[in-house]
């Protein structure tokens, strides 16, 4: 579990520059180069993973879209939130 927590933590040291760099820049190519290289990765992941199973790429592929909307519309409600913090000139936690 501890080698997960550190993918995940270089992951998001790797991912959040890119994307903060993508949207001061309104550079949205690049933000969509960076979900293009995500998406190829993910798809080699499992494609491993699965030893190739056509089925279980399958149910693995619609588990990973299930959690990248939950996680998507997170961040959505997140940023909404934190807009509406800001117009409010309020703190925000995002």
């Known amino acids: 579990m501890a080698d ?3 993918f995940h933590d270089r992951l998001a ?6 994307i903060s760099a ?6 949205p190519d690049r933000a969509a180069g960076m979900i293009t290289a ?3 990765m993910l798809g080699r992941t499992i494609a491993r993973a699965t030893g190739g199973d056509p089925a ?3 149910t693995m592929l ?3 879209e299930n959690l990248a909307a939950a996680e998507a ?3 959505a409600e997140l940023a909404g939130l934190s807009q509406v913090a800001s117009a409010a000139g309020g703190a925000t936690h995002a």
């Open 4 to 6: 997960m927590i550190d």
């Open 13 to 18: 040291s790797l991912c959040g520059p890119e």
């Open 22 to 27: 993508a949207l001061r820049g309104n550079d």
């Open 38 to 40: 995500l998406a190829a």
């Open 56 to 58: 279980a790429i399958d």
């Open 62 to 64: 619609t588990a990973a």
């Open 73 to 75: 519309a997170g961040m």
